[in-house]
């Protein structure tokens, strides 16, 4: 078989990584880099963590795109200067805040970002806590380790259970719509508190919309979705955690400055309502944290976004925003500027 002529081959834009060693070891292994080395001209530099150095600027006088992960520094007007034929960013992971600048936007740079591979974990995670807190598997599990007795099934209170429990979500993120999506199956109600969401587009979602102090009221267990932005640190207060109906559980995949934390270990010490907190303020939590003494607090670390095989869908998704671009179709997962001021 001859190869194509040179004007029917198709166009393999240069591409640089730019992130920590560590991102790259574990987000892009070499049965990853090769699936990306199919789609572009991948430069055989390390990936880069450092964008002033010499060898740094070698790679970036080439580079039309960048795949940028976690550790990747700010992409400034210097970092920009000493990339003349940059025209696209893909990033590996979600939130692109700590590197892609004004800088960025003012050059006219395409940007693409992995968000939407890295909410499906954590609207798994969300899916599993809000059925594992619906049947109180964490009490009742503790409780069967200290007695050695299951107890009288008969006997289990009707607050336990997952039939036609209600579920109030706060925030349509793109992590909240997933959730949303996977909420279908179940026999559930499901409440949505979103200011950009308007009532017919709620229902289209198949969701009710309803206002903040009514989806804590009415909610069994309240999941939180809202990015961390100035409007929403400590939009989760005192005052909607009290109105929590007695035994119902709040769920935290977001950020932790979104919760009121100092008043949730209040109503957590009165036994008032349960928590499932992947995400904590500050977080790690220090290790004399009062929350560590609550029981009714499931804390992990930080894992419901992707971890593990799961960073595989990271790399995949952008070798295939790489080759949408390279082919003139564009991203298919553009951040776009003016969306900024409302994604995490």
């Excluded at 709620?202 to 990015?227: I, Q, Y």
């Amino acid at each position: 078989m001859t190869d194509l002529p040179e004007s029917r081959r198709p166009y393999r834009p240069r591409a640089v990584l730019a992130m920590s060693a560590a991102a790259a070891e574990h987000v892009l292994p070499p049965d990853a880099l090769a699936a990306l080395a199919e789609v572009c001209d991948l430069d055989p530099t390390p990936a880069l963590a450092d964008l002033t150095t010499d060898r740094a600027r070698a790679a970036l006088a080439d580079a039309e795109i960048l795949v940028t992960g976690w550790g990747c520094p700010p992409l400034d007007a210097e970092v920009l200067a000493a990339a003349p034929r940059l025209r696209a960013v893909v990033h590996t992971a979600g939130s692109v805040r700590n590197h892609v600048t004004d800088a960025c936007w003012e050059r006219g740079i395409e940007v693409s970002s992995a968000a939407a591979a890295n909410a499906l974990p954590v609207a798994e995670y969300t899916v599993a806590m809000i059925l594992l807190t619906g049947k109180r598997v964490l009490e009742r599990a503790r409780s069967y380790r200290e007695t050695r007795q299951r107890g009288e099934w008969l006997r289990v209170p009707r607050e336990t259970g997952n039939y036609r429990r209600t579920v109030g979500l706060l925030s349509a993120s793109m992590i909240g719509r997933r959730v949303i999506e996977l909420l279908r199956p179940y026999d559930l109600r499901v409440l949505l508190h979103d200011p950009y969401v308007s009532e017919a587009e709620a229902r289209a979602l198949g969701v009710e919309a309803v206002g903040l102090g009514e989806l804590f009221a009415r909610s069994d267990v309240v999941s939180v979705h809202t990015p961390l932005l100035p409007a929403t640190v400590g939009l989760v207060s005192a005052e909607l955690l009290a109105s929590m109906p007695q035994g119902a559980a709040l769920i935290n995949t977001a950020r932790g400055p979104v919760v009121d934390q100092d008043a949730l270990v209040g109503v957590l010490r009165e036994g008032r309502i349960r928590a499932v907190l992947d995400v904590t303020d500050p977080d790690p939590l220090p290790a004399d944290h009062p929350l560590w003494e609550c029981e009714n607090a499931l804390i992990t670390p930080h894992l419901a976004g992707s971890q593990g095989n799961e960073l595989g869908r990271l790399a995949a998704l952008a070798a295939s925003e790489v080759a949408h671009w390279a082919a003139g179709d564009g991203f298919a997962h553009p951040v776009r500027p003016e969306r900024l001021a409302f994604l995490a």
